[in-house]
């Protein structure tokens, strides 16, 4: 009997959209659920499950493929920019679901119990739906930013809005339009990305659960607005446990990384460097910057002579910086095509974080007490960065010229305030602070933890 209950446990399709940025968070759940009893079955796509997964060593862990169209290359390699990928995705991934999830139902031996999908793909819950299988969004992007589409795809804010204009929204603070995700307040630059945002939320009251990559200290406000209308439940920081609460033995890492990291290098090289002397550089796994104003960060970091780690991806990226600036600065600076994020940020000798603001990195920031310089690029970005410096008090944000350059003279006078000037005390004391709320969180009993057992007893 005790065989046959253990093979017949439930099971929880885990299906993010395929960028390290949403995998990540989702696989960290799935971890967590398994943890709590449940088989929890990651779905990605075949190009990924080939070039991405084959290190995985979490054996809780099942995994199954589904197709997006592009076996062969995938995301990376679509043409157009992900517009021709989406809708291919769009056209093929709901038939290769549906197929899957029927081999699983007549197969038997775990039940599906549930499907948590990633918010992009909403047309999962249709999917579910056809097979009568409870199901739960994941956001990838934080409450506040995802109340903004909400209020967008609800016809609440009326597009385009006036660019000099203040918008009040439940829950949050008084933002001027470009505080506002950059589809919102550049609104028809990107017409596709627009839309996946967007519709998000074009079913969503059709969903069982809402799941929010956050923790409820972080966003109180806006999630009691939300939690009114949705069945919402904060599972995050959705980061290793060996980071946080140290609850799951082994957790060290992701267990995906979609480039090579320089681990011995970044540890090597830290290792011979003062306690919190280095500034991290980091813009994410997607990013890519002009050269002029690589050129200028360069030139900030050079001119504000403190030691720094700079992740710069690939020969591409590496070659827009400037001439010798490598070999000139290797007494204070060491730039890597990739390292492991999580390693670097808990190390004695970092002192802040330059970074694009995107949400993984910006709660592994906050779990880890690390203050950052923001500097946001494009969609929540944008609205993350606002929030480090003035909601969470954490760090500060750059400003750009006329010309929408972030100066050199900016990222030194920035770095000056944040490692050594009047901010540098207070910006500690508040990540000191999310840090401890966040490893709250996850501890037995903290809100986020008590949310997942929610959701497990709902499948038991």
């Avoid at 795809?153 to 001027?176: A, E, F, I, M, Q």
């Avoid at 010309?403 to 000056?416: F, P």
């Amino acid at each position: 009997m005790g065989d046959e209950n253990k093979r017949r446990k439930p099971q929880v399709l885990i299906f993010p959209f395929p960028l390290q940025g949403h995998i990540n968070p989702m696989l960290q759940f799935a971890k967590r659920l398994a943890s709590k009893g449940v088989k929890a079955t990651l779905v990605t796509t075949v190009f990924l499950s080939k070039s991405s997964f084959s290190d995985m060593s979490d054996a809780s862990i099942d995994l199954q493929t589904i197709s997006d169209g592009f076996d062969e290359c995938g995301y990376n390699g679509a043409p157009s920019g992900g517009e021709v990928y989406l809708q291919t995705f769009w056209s093929v991934g709901p038939k290769s679901l549906a197929s899957l999830i029927k081999r699983l139902v007549d197969t038997g031996d775990h039940p599906v119990g549930a499907i948590v999908y990633d918010g992009f793909l909403s047309w999962t819950l249709d999917v579910a739906k056809q097979f009568g299988v409870p199901s739960a969004v994941f956001f990838t992007q934080s409450c506040s930013v995802n109340s903004t589409y909400y209020h967008v795809n609800r016809g609440h804010l009326r597009l385009p809005l006036p660019r000099d204009s203040t918008v009040s929204l439940p829950g949050l603070p008084p933002l001027r339009v470009s505080e506002l995700p950059s589809f919102i307040y550049d609104y028809g630059s990107s017409p596709t990305w627009f839309d996946v945002f967007v519709n998000q939320f074009s079913n969503i009251d059709g969903a069982d659960w809402v799941f929010f990559n956050t923790f409820y200290e972080l966003e109180k406000e806006v999630l009691d607005w939300m939690s009114s209308f949705w069945n919402v439940l904060t599972i995050g920081p959705t980061i290793p446990s060996m980071y946080l609460d140290k609850r799951l033995e082994n957790d060290t890492g992701y267990g995906v990384n979609l480039f090579e990291p320089e681990t011995s290098a970044c540890l090597s090289w830290l290792d011979g460097k003062p306690k919190g002397s280095v500034v991290y550089v980091s813009f994410g796994s997607l990013a890519s910057l002009e050269a002029e104003q690589m050129e200028e960060i360069a030139l900030g970091l050079k001119g504000a002579e403190c030691n720094f780690l700079w992740v710069v991806r690939g020969t591409i990226e590496k070659n827009k910086l400037p001439s010798r600036f490598i070999e000139e600065t290797k007494e204070k600076g060491l730039v890597v095509s990739w390292c492991h994020q999580l390693e670097v940020l808990s190390h004695g000798s970092i002192c802040c974080f330059l970074t694009h603001c995107g949400l993984g990195s910006t709660l592994e920031a906050l779990s880890l007490g690390v203050p950052m310089l923001a500097m946001p690029l494009w969609t929540d970005q944008i609205m993350n960065a606002k929030q480090v410096e003035d909601v969470w008090g954490v760090g500060i944000k750059v400003r750009q010229n006329e010309k929408g350059l972030v100066t050199r003279e900016m990222i030194q006078q920035c770095l000056k305030e944040l490692v050594k000037g009047e901010k540098a005390k207070e910006t500690k004391e508040n990540a000191m602070k999310w840090k401890n709320l966040a490893k709250k969180a996850m501890e037995e009993g903290g809100s986020s933890d008590k949310n997942m057992d929610e959701f497990v007893a709902k499948l038991l």
